[in-house]
């Protein structure tokens, strides 16, 4: 019997309310793979992890090894070096190439959330090449220069309106 299983039994703890309590900060963890996590056939991120264990009132060394859950070796002098701490470790070496690249080149880097099933609609692959995209990244493209555009077109009317008076102040 899982170390998970004993746990649930002693605290009295159905898998239901478990996944329930993951479900609400993680919705991609479902019960099958909530199960996976209690048959020992997957580990849980760290923030599944932490819900899990809220709702069982235990601690993670109640139900994994610590060799189980410390997959990789430390970074603390490494995050100290490096910018990272505590709360935000010391990016990776592939992270920094990024943003290296993306300072060279002078470009941004967007992140944005909506709407899963809305976003599932409209981003399909299909769905882009009949709205006439090539892909997200070359929508969001097309968007932002359309907007530079537009406002583009606002700043000249407003500085030709501006050039009307003395003072270049409208009254």
């Known amino acids: 019997m899982s170390r998970y299983k004993k746990v649930m039994l002693q605290r009295g703890v159905m898998q239901k309310e478990v996944s ?3 479900h609400k900060i993680d919705p991609r963890v479902d019960s099958p793979l909530l199960s996976k996590i209690i048959n020992d ?4 991120t760290p923030r599944t992890l932490e819900t899990i264990c809220k709702t069982l009132a235990c601690d993670p060394l109640d139900i994994y090894d610590p060799r189980e859950i410390a997959l990789a070796p430390p970074t603390h002098a490494q995050g100290a ?3 990272g701490n505590a709360d935000n470790p010391a990016p ?3 992270a920094a190439r990024k943003r290296q690249r993306r300072r060279d080149k002078g470009l941004y880097n967007l992140t944005v959330e909506i709407d899963r099933d809305i976003a599932e609609r409209v981003f399909a692959p299909e769905a882009l090449r009949k709205l006439g995209y090539l892909s997200k990244s070359d929508f969001v ?3 932002v ?3 530079a555009d537009r406002l583009s077109a606002i700043e000249a009317k407003e500085k030709a309106d ?3 008076t003395p003072n270049g102040k409208n009254n």
Do not use: F, H, K, Y
């Not at 056939?41 to 849980?44: G, K």
């Open 81 to 83: 070096t490096d910018g």
């Open 41 to 44: 056939i997957v580990l849980p």
């Open 141 to 143: 493209r097309q968007a």
């Open 162 to 164: 501006g050039a009307g």
């Open 145 to 147: 220069t359309a907007l």
């Open 20 to 22: 329930e309590n993951v």
């Open 92 to 94: 990776s070496a592939e």
